[in-house]
């Protein structure tokens, strides 16, 4: 009787004990993504070794997994950590209510940062996209103004590294279920990325010989020069995920029209299909077929520099094929490119200087209605795929990742 008991108990069971052994089995394998991030970030990104100041900020305790990862391998190589968590909704209301009298305060607060740590490393965990809407644009422009140098040092002087851990608003966007789109996130961060900056080297080389490029497709015909200009891979030192590399056109030497075909959120503003014109460089005229016309004018002139190009870059990550309202990841779209208008890189610097950063997508994909490029008069690039002998690794045609 007893055994007839625990035979049935068994069998009824048995297809419970079956999908928790799955879902261990897919803990177990995710733990190990986070583990291999984490080292990513800390020994490929910042190389971090003894003595290093490294600060992490990070936005909700969504991701204190990989914070843990991350606190545990840093203080394993004697450098120290300290840890900032930010509540995104807290940090919207400040940027509502933010006022001249206590700006002070928060450049004191920059100025401790970029005087104490060495490298930074900031999780975002995106909630809302509309969370600085009602954001006090006049003054955080005065900070954004008044702390312009310490953000110079800190993006050109100092290690850090910029990751948008998975959350349940990105999984949306991408029209993805979460557990899914969490696992193609990590398995997007964690690509071989010293395998990518082998493959990218002979566009670099092409790009630092190349004087004239011309960009056309869907209402968009643009020339400008890059002559001199130096070519920078991201391959993962800076962004996770990565997979682009840019440089900045001569600064007055931009003219024609630009039309981006992705959504971009800025100011707590949604922006589609936003179109450029240019002449000798500088941005004449502004418009887009979604959004705020009134806003997006507030933007472009918010200062001088923001009528002109900060950077011009590729994308070219084999995994991230469709928008999704993240630039961490648009930006990094395969057969893509980025066109930004404002702030310059000390790396690839034409003089421009702006308190805006706004990185503008346009796909040139035949899904998205093609369009090419072209280095000397010579295509390089089609329906956003590279034509050159020498660049077509960069296609990953027979990737699923980088292997």
Same mark, same amino acid.
């Given at each position: ?113 970029? @005087? ?6 900031? *999780?975002?965990? #995106? $909630? =809302?996209?509309? +969370?600085?809407?009602?954001?006090? %644009? ?103 995920? @990565? ?6 056109? *001569?600064?007055? #030497? $931009? =003219?024609?029209? +630009?039309?981006?075909?992705?959504? %971009? ?139």
């Amino acid at each position: 009787m007893m055994g007839s008991f625990v035979c049935y108990y068994t069998w009824y069971q048995a297809p419970f004990i079956l999908l928790y052994k799955k879902y261990i089995e897919k803990v177990i394998v995710m733990e190990s993504k986070i583990v291999k991030l984490a080292n990513i970030i800390v020994d490929y990104s910042l190389k971090v070794k003894q003595g290093d100041r490294v600060l992490i900020s990070c936005e909700t305790l969504e991701p204190k997994p990989l914070v843990k990862k991350l606190v545990d391998l840093i203080m394993n190589r004697s450098a120290y950590v300290m840890v900032k968590f930010i509540d995104p909704d807290i940090n919207g209301l400040i940027n509502e209510k933010i006022n001249d009298n206590i700006l002070d305060s928060f450049v004191k607060r920059k100025e401790f940062e970029v @005087d104490n740590f060495d490298s930074y490393i900031t *999780i975002c965990y #995106s $909630v =809302n996209d509309y +969370i600085d809407i009602k954001r006090n %644009s006049s003054v955080i422009s005065k900070l954004n103004n008044m702390t312009k140098e310490i953000d110079h040092v800190r993006v050109n002087k100092r290690k850090w590294v910029l990751i948008n851990y998975p959350s349940y608003l990105d999984a949306y966007k991408a029209k993805m279920k979460s557990d899914e789109f969490y696992e193609y996130a990590i398995d997007t961060m964690t690509m071989d990325y010293a395998k990518m900056n082998e493959l990218i080297k002979p566009l670099k080389d092409l790009m630092e010989k190349t004087d004239k490029v011309r960009i056309t497709g869907p209402d968009t015909d643009i020339s400008f020069s890059i002559k001199g200009m130096r070519a920078v891979p991201c391959t993962g030192e800076f962004n996770i995920p @990565d997979g682009e590399i840019f440089t900045a056109p *001569i600064k007055d #030497s $931009v =003219n024609g029209i +630009i039309t981006y075909n992705t959504r %971009s959120v800025y100011h707590g503003e949604t922006f589609g299909n936003v179109r450029l014109e240019f002449k000798d460089g500088r941005i004449v005229k502004v418009s887009s077929k979604e959004g705020n016309q009134d806003k997006l004018d507030e933007i472009f002139n918010l200062d001088e520099g923001a009528r002109y190009i900060g950077e011009f870059a590729l994308g070219f990550n084999p995994m991230v094929i469709n928008p999704m309202g993240d630039i961490l990841f648009d930006e990094k779209i395969k057969g893509s490119l980025h066109f930004t208008p404002g702030q310059c890189y000390d790396d690839a610097n034409n003089g421009n200087n702006s308190m805006i950063h706004w990185d503008l997508v346009l796909i040139q994909r035949d899904d998205y209605g093609g369009g090419e490029i072209y280095f000397d008069d010579v295509l390089i690039r089609k329906d956003g795929k590279f034509v050159l002998p020498e660049l077509i690794p960069l296609n990953f045609d027979n990737y699923g990742k980088v292997k």
